[in-house]
């Protein structure tokens, strides 16, 4: 899909989609629950989110879907698959929280994936099922993945500069399991915020966990997941988008006023408002909302190693501030839905801006506005398809954006706002 956007200028009040992170929590552990339903609240039924369910309900989770709400009747902590066949299209937390769900019981599951997600690496459990000599086959690491066979208790070693997804995985996998179990973090633990998620979520559904100060985490088997209801929060990976979009305004007396922002979340990509207040963004901040007005922002040097995901809206503010930004610490950015070091560099370079790739870091030179009137590609990422649609306010002319239908990933009514 081809979309057209003519430079304007965005004002007014914004409602902010529900967490992804949290909703994929959510569903899961109303999905492994006892007793009576759970009802998550507040949900938009993006292909990821909808992915998760999908998934959960063919394991043996009853699903009654609302319009922005599920009603969740869980399976006792069971897997138990009418299809061993398990889609993923193109999440990776679906398939890296699911993967050790889902042999907590003995199963024969084939893992299948679209677009980038067949490539994204799955080491760390095929190293576990090297060492539980759990049968998997898999085309040089890649998707379809193929395993048979059950989870062990026991002593896991994890190192933590790899997606935190993985030990989310565990986290709720091996509660479900007959004996105790530790996570031991070898190295510094990166993402620590959606370990604060994880955490959350299955204390919300009785799960306990004892977490050493993330450098381990103690889990005791034979738990039970109790049903629960839940209203998800707003996402900060998503409003980034608009924070960047009220702080870029050419209007002065334009603003934008994001709904559902919670001032105490401990989602990680919550420090997009330190770092935009570093640049000097003005902002408003309140407990359930944000108003952001037109700032002029400076460089600065952002570590991206805890909040990857807003990573290429933060390139854009780059790019339109003074000075220099560094966005270092990249390396996971290579391993997204696109290579998007490399995708918003290029993209964003085709507009007028001054984006340069140094290792895994980008070192970006201030302009004073982008000149558009040219195509660009979304990469079929969505978070580049919307920092581009971003990026065209400030533009002179017209631009196109080419696999602009990626938006459907995370925030399929994005496009409809800008």
């Known amino acids: 899909m081809k979309v057209k956007i003519k430079p304007g200028i965005l004002n007014g009040t914004i409602e902010i989609p529900p967490s992804k992170s949290y909703s994929h929590r959510a569903v899961i552990a109303a999905a492994l629950a006892s007793g009576e339903k759970s009802k998550i609240d507040n949900l938009k039924f993006s292909v990821d989110i909808t992915t998760t369910t999908d998934i959960m309900e063919n394991w043996g989770a009853k699903v009654i879907r609302g319009e922005n709400f599920l009603e969740i009747v869980g399976n006792d902590g069971k897997v138990v698959p009418r299809d061993k066949y398990t889609q993923c299209n193109e999440s990776g937390s679906t398939i890296r929280f699911l993967i050790p769900i889902g042999i907590t019981s003995e199963n024969e599951l084939i893992f299948d994936g ?173 407990d359930d909302y944000v108003i952001v007005k037109p700032s002029k922002t400076k460089g600065t040097v952002i570590d991206v190693s805890q909040c990857p995901d807003i990573a290429p809206i933060l390139t854009v503010l780059g790019a339109l501030s003074e000075g220099e930004t560094q966005i270092i610490n990249g390396e996971r950015l290579r391993i997204k839905e696109s290579d998007r ?31 558009g009137g040219v195509t660009v590609s979304a990469w079929n990422d969505h978070r580049i398809a919307m920092s581009l649609a971003i990026a065209s306010t400030r533009c002179e002319k017209e631009i196109v954006i080419e696999e602009a239908e990626s938006v459907k990933k995370s925030y399929p009514h994005f496009l409809g706002r800008v």
């Open 114 to 286: 679209k677009g980038k997600l067949v490539d994204r690496p799955l080491d760390t459990y095929y190293k576990i099922f090297d060492k539980q000599k759990i049968f998997y086959k898999t085309e040089k690491g890649k998707l379809p993945l193929e395993i048979k066979g059950k989870l062990q208790s026991g002593i896991y070693e994890i190192d933590g500069n790899i997606s935190s997804q993985f030990i989310t995985g565990l986290l709720y996998a091996l509660p479900l399991l007959e004996g105790n179990s530790k996570i031991v973090i070898n190295k510094s633990l990166e993402s620590k915020g959606y370990i604060d998620l994880t955490l959350e979520i299955l204390k919300i559904a009785g799960i306990e966990i004892i977490n050493n100060g993330y450098k381990s985490f103690d889990i005791r088997g034979n738990q039970k997941y109790k049903s629960f209801d839940y209203t998800v929060e707003g996402d900060y990976s998503q409003v980034a988008f608009w924070i960047v979009a009220g702080i870029i305004s050419s209007n002065r007396d334009n603003k934008i006023k994001c709904l559902h922002v919670n001032k105490n979340s401990l989602q990680g990509d919550r420090e997009i408002i330190e770092i935009v207040q570093r640049m000097g963004a003005n902002l408003e901040i309140y």
């Open 341 to 371: 070091i490399t995708s918003i560099k290029t993209e964003l370079n085709k507009l007028g801006a001054k984006v340069e790739e140094k290792g895994d870091d980008l070192v970006i030179q201030g302009v004073d506005g982008f000149k």
